[in-house]
């Protein structure tokens, strides 16, 4: 189906492309449009404008700091993370993104993208979560962090707010990860997802089962311990033609304890 007709612009920089967003209710922001795009050609959302920011360099790039803080710009690609040297400080982002979809989607979409759609099937909001990333965002009024457990407020919802931008993403250094999911088909959205994060104490996210990524805590790694976690959390799984909620449930539970024995495997 053929878009209609809408607005363009290519902002050169972040205060251009606030204030154009500022300016207009029904502009949004276009970043690698692999969401946007079909999203509008189905007639299922209408923006007013498009406000293509693929020109910024100040939203581009990946950056490792002395303490192994990884510093994501929000228009880096999945491709450009999984071939990057600098992510490699965290191994776990690349093995997501690779998993994304296919070649012609790994190479146009954006984390920023995929984190601001914050669509429960996605990958990385319940890998970000786990992982205890921040969310950089830039508005007039200047700039603030986000962490994650407040930067998802609902399907397609996020602390991002009219007038701003996600610019960065910011996450903690650490190697003792893992990431589970059963998807549809072999480059798939997720039915059920799990990520988890071994630092201490176990840290797991669950996706595709509520409106937001579902964090867990356990004290052990062991995999009755993680199950019992998830079974005690409080969320309400949908059912669909993909799953029913009690299966989502059963899944959560077998992928939170399969991703939380990968990342403890990777403690050295």
Same mark, same amino acid.
């Given at each position: 189906?053929?878009?209609? #007709? ?7 920089? %972040?205060a251009e492309a606030i204030e154009l967003l500022r300016a207009d209710d029904g502009a949004r922001a276009l970043a690698g449009g692999q969401t946007l795009i079909n ?10 404008? /498009? ?17 192994? $803080? ?8 999945? $491709? ?15 093995? %997501? ?12 979409? $954006?984390?920023?993208?995929?984190? @601001?759609?914050?669509?429960p099937t996605n990958h990385l909001p319940p890998l970000f979560a786990a992982l205890g990333a921040s969310f950089v965002i830039q508005g007039a009024d200047g700039e ?5 457990? #407040? !930067? !998802? ?8 707010? +009219?007038? #701003?931008? /996600? ?15 059963? $998807? ?5 959205? @997720? ?16 996706? @595709? ?25 409080? !969320?309400? +799984?949908?059912?669909?033609? =993909? ?6 449930? =059963? ?18």
């Open positions: 189906m053929l878009l209609r #007709e809408v607005g363009y612009a290519r902002p050169g920089s %972040v999203v509008m050609k189905a007639r299922a959302g209408s923006p007013d404008a /498009l406000i293509d920011l693929g020109a910024i360099e100040e939203l581009k790039g990946i950056e490792l700091g002395a303490d192994g $803080t990884l510093e994501l710009g929000a228009m880096t690609t999945y $491709t450009e993370l999984i071939e990057s040297s600098e992510a490699r400080a965290r191994p776990i982002l690349g093995e %997501v993104c690779s998993q994304i979809a296919d070649v012609q989607v790994r190479n146009r979409g $954006t984390v920023g993208g995929n984190v @601001c759609t914050s669509d603030r962090a986000v962490p994650a457990d #407040e !930067f !998802f407020l609902g399907v397609y919802m996020t602390a991002v707010g +009219p007038g #701003e931008l /996600l610019t960065k993403i910011r996450v903690p250094a650490g190697r003792n990860d893992g990431f589970a999911a059963v $998807t549809l088909g072999v480059e798939g959205t @997720c039915i059920v997802s799990a990520a988890a994060c071994v630092n201490g104490a176990v840290r797991v996210a669950l996706g @595709c089962v509520d409106a937001v990524p579902v964090v867990v805590t356990a004290d052990s790694v062991d995999a009755d311990a993680i199950r019992a976690a998830v079974r005690d959390a409080d !969320f309400d +799984p949908p059912s669909d033609v =993909h799953a029913s909620s009690e299966y989502r449930r =059963h899944l959560a539970e077998v992928l939170a304890a399969r991703a939380t024995r990968q990342a403890s495997e990777r403690r050295s």
